[in-house]
């Protein structure tokens, strides 16, 4: 298992995360390529489904990241993402997807170095937890 | 406290008796027509009817074991919109709260509606019921309610209604007592809303006391079907806690979305997978195919159930029309209700528990969940 290189979706909001991911690179700081970012307007448009999908996929780890709570740009749309992420936490573990491998972080705009920093740190942790479900069996 | 009288059973004809009860609310002046399930006269099936005629009445049937639907989506149907005049609808408590449901999802309302819920002795499945009603015929509903008075559930009654403990219907307006009653003898009426106490009112009924054993009688029965139901749940959770069980829990889905349709709480006008944001093109089944190997068309079997676990979680009343629906025999309801259980404990929420609470994916607070933050 020591050359599983871990596959790990995030959707990150245009303004915030998204705008530090960019910082980050216009910044020259390097971050893991495993992270695949799909930019999305608001946190608060990441339907579950997007989530499922991906983990079904083949997806080994899924993030969803966006502004400080108080700092969303359509003013609560991460406070209805938090709701769906802990749905998600109660539905997915109940058929074997270990709970760390969706993570939920805010990561504001000038926040560059932590966009690195979380990036490594959660490619690390997927990296140590093998590959998901999904990539192990035939999905129907 | 709640207004109660008794009604005499004739005869030991407990269904009879509630026809003469529902006979007397649509009598009452108020009430243009009843919903109620109703044998068809065409054949011996029973369907929910919307009845005005009071003779028609005769082929109603509220305890027969048939379930063909829940006829929550049916009285969204009838109240979404004005239709000038009050209707009463005999109900499952299963039904309430899928009607609870949609009304906070604004697809009904209940201005003109007055529901009457009897304490419910399960249903079979489709399949189950039809070959019953066939061998016992008209006697086929008393054999019925007989039997499961007798204290334990007919090996036939559906899993869903075996493992309910929701058995006594709390959202009604008027509630028609079967438990602790002597049933061979009366039954009771008792109202439970200000719009109960008004119909109450209008029938003429005695008030009396509830029945001593009721409370004891409802007790016992909701235990028996924790008791199910707890066992369900630790056996369906160990069936598909991998994605590996689970595929083999549900490889026998052809994605004909039956159980969707036949959900009360499905909510969209047009689910998303009837609409082509995961209509592949025809290219892309071809490089799944080469990049897997094989591809189980058609696809996206998972991902329609799962997906359908977030969406209506929450809502799920857990009446069993899933597997009712189900042409291949996949445990829908099992596998739903043990979900839902998990996803409405983790937001304090009960489906159908009451018209107050809001849907949990449709609020939120500022300070909650702080644990599932970060990467720690
Ligand atoms: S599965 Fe989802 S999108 Fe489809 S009807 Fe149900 S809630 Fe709506
Ligand atoms: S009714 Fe049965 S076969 Fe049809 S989509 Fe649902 S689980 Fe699959
Ligand atoms: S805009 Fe960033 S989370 Fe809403």
Redesign the interface.
């Known amino acids: 298992m020591t050359d599983f290189e871990p596959t790990i979706i995030a959707f990150v909001c245009n303004w915030c995360t998204y705008t530090a991911a960019d910082l980050a690179g216009t910044s020259r700081l390097s971050y893991p390529q495993n992270v695949r970012l799909i930019r999305v307007m608001c946190t608060g448009m990441v339907d579950p489904q997007y989530v499922i999908k991906a983990f079904l996929e083949g997806a080994d780890g899924v993030l969803v990241s966006g502004c400080h709570p108080g700092d969303c740009h359509y003013i609560n749309g991460n406070f209805k993402a938090r709701r769906r992420i802990k749905l998600l936490k109660e539905i997915l573990p109940q058929f074997g997807f270990e709970p760390e491998r969706l993570r939920l972080t805010w990561i504001g705009a000038s926040d560059g170095i932590r966009f690195a920093e979380i990036m490594r740190e959660l490619s690390a942790q997927i990296r140590s937890l093998g590959p998901g479900g999904a990539k192990l069996n035939m999905v129907i | 406290m709640a207004k109660t009288a008794q009604i005499d059973v004739k005869a030991q004809d407990i269904p009879g008796s509630l026809r003469g009860f529902l006979r007397s609310v649509l009598e009452s002046g108020d009430i243009r027509a009843i919903l109620v399930p109703l044998h068809l006269p065409m054949k011996n099936t029973v369907m929910p009817a919307l009845v005005s005629d009071p003779e028609r009445l005769k082929d109603a049937d509220p305890l027969a074991p048939a379930f063909p639907m829940n006829t929550a989506k049916v009285v969204s149907r009838l109240t979404h919109k004005p239709s000038g005049g009050k209707i009463a609808a005999v109900l499952r408590p299963c039904e309430i709260r899928a009607f609870v449901e949609l009304v906070k999802l604004k697809q009904g309302k209940t201005d003109e509606i007055v529901i009457i819920g009897a304490d419910c002795p399960g249903a079979y499945g489709n399949r189950d019921y039809l070959r019953f009603v066939a061998e016992n015929g008209t006697e086929s509903t008393m054999k019925f309610y007989r039997d499961s008075l007798s204290g334990k559930d007919s090996e036939k009654l559906s899993s869903a209604c075996k493992s309910c403990e929701f058995p006594v219907p709390e959202g009604a307006d008027l509630l028609i007592g079967l438990l602790g009653s002597d049933t061979e003898k009366q039954v009771m009426i008792q109202a439970l809303t200000p719009k109960g106490e008004e119909l109450f009112g209008k029938l003429g009924l005695s008030e009396s006391a509830e029945p001593p054993g009721r409370k004891a009688a409802v007790e016992s029965l909701i235990a028996r079907r924790k008791a199910y139901r707890d066992k369900m749940f630790a056996e369906t959770?160990q069936s598909?806690?991998?994605?590996?069980?689970?595929?083999a829990y549900?490889?026998d889905?052809v994605n004909c979305y039956n159980c969707r349709v036949a959900c009360p709480v499905c909510y969209c006008k047009e689910c998303?997978f009837v609409t082509d944001v995961?209509d592949h093109d025809p290219s892309q089944y071809l490089k799944w195919a080469e990049r897997?190997g094989?591809v189980?068309m058609p696809?996206d079997?998972?991902?329609y159930h799962?997906?359908r676990?977030?969406?209506m979680?929450?809502a799920c009343v857990g009446c069993g029309q899933c597997s009712n629906a189900c042409p291949n025999d996949i445990r829908l309801a099992e596998l739903f209700r043990?979900?839902a259980y998990?996803?409405q404990k983790?937001?304090d929420y009960e489906a159908g528990r009451s018209l107050e609470e809001a849907p949990?994916?449709s609020v939120?607070?500022?300070a909650?969940?702080a644990e599932?933050?970060?990467?720690k």
Do not use: N, Y
Request: aromatic share 12%; proline share 2%; glycine share 4%.
């Open positions: 959770a598909v806690d991998s994605i590996g069980k689970l595929t549900l490889a889905c998303v995961f897997k094989a189980k696809a079997t998972l991902f799962i997906t676990l977030a969406h979680s929450t043990t979900v998990r996803t983790a937001f949990p994916l939120f607070r500022e909650e969940f599932i933050e970060g990467i």
